[in-house]
């Protein structure tokens, strides 16, 4: 079982006019409270070891006072991970693989804002891939049907510091990077998204694992 809290801050947002004209600046956050359970089963012949887990999710949206809101969502997922694989054309180079599908949004509420706005939480089906080299390099690739492309290298060079960076294609290019310290049960998540059309994006986030 897992707790974690995230803070994403978009800093200083501009509104303006239909002619573009600088009217002011609105400050964005959102806050996030997510719980997550897994289970692991058993062992599927050359795959690996499946695993099931479920999150719930709360969001909070802090901004002028007529958008303000929150929403809940629950997200369903299938993991299978191969430890120490190898292969004829990879030997003693990867450490790990899997695989894994998500459903997010399975079960939700809808997020509801202060003037009285409802926005759906939209259903998406992630499909995802890992790879890890010498249990410090790991690639990793997400599919969002239909929506989305993430592609994502974390570099661990010690046991308590990743190094991450990222690129996510959803209409247009999206470059991030992050870094996140653990020790003991505790982890801290820090990233930044630099958006193309979008002031920078700051993501800070406080995980627990029992």
């Known amino acids: ?40 089963g058993g062992k599927i012949p050359i795959l690996g070891v499946w695993s099931v887990g479920i999150a719930g999710k709360l969001v909070v949206i802090r901004t002028q006072a007529p958008g303000d809101g929150w929403g809940a969502a629950v997200d369903l997922s299938l993991l299978i991970q191969n430890q120490k694989a190898t292969t004829a ?13 998500v459903i997010k949004n399975i079960f939700s509420s809808p997020l509801t804002y202060q003037n009285g706005t409802k926005e759906k939480w939209p259903l998406k089906t992630v499909i995802g891939g890992m790879l890890e080299f010498f249990g410090r390099v790991t690639l990793l690739v997400d599919l969002v049907l239909g929506n989305e492309v993430r592609v994502g290298v974390e570099w661990v060079p010690v046991h308590a510091l990743s190094i991450r960076g990222g690129i996510r294609y959803a209409g247009v290019i999206i470059p991030s990077l992050g870094f996140g310290l653990q020790t003991g049960q505790y982890t801290i998540d820090y990233g930044i998204v630099l958006h193309p059309q979008l002031p920078i994006q700051y993501r800070l986030s406080f995980s627990l694992n029992i």
């Open 89 to 101: 054309f990879l030997p003693n180079m990867l450490s790990r693989w899997g695989g894994g599908l």
């Open 1 to 40: 079982m897992a707790f974690s809290f995230h803070v994403l801050d978009c800093g200083k947002v501009l509104e303006t006019d239909q002619f573009g004209n600088i009217m002011s600046y609105i400050s964005y956050r959102n806050f996030g409270f997510l719980s997550g359970l897994g289970l692991t």
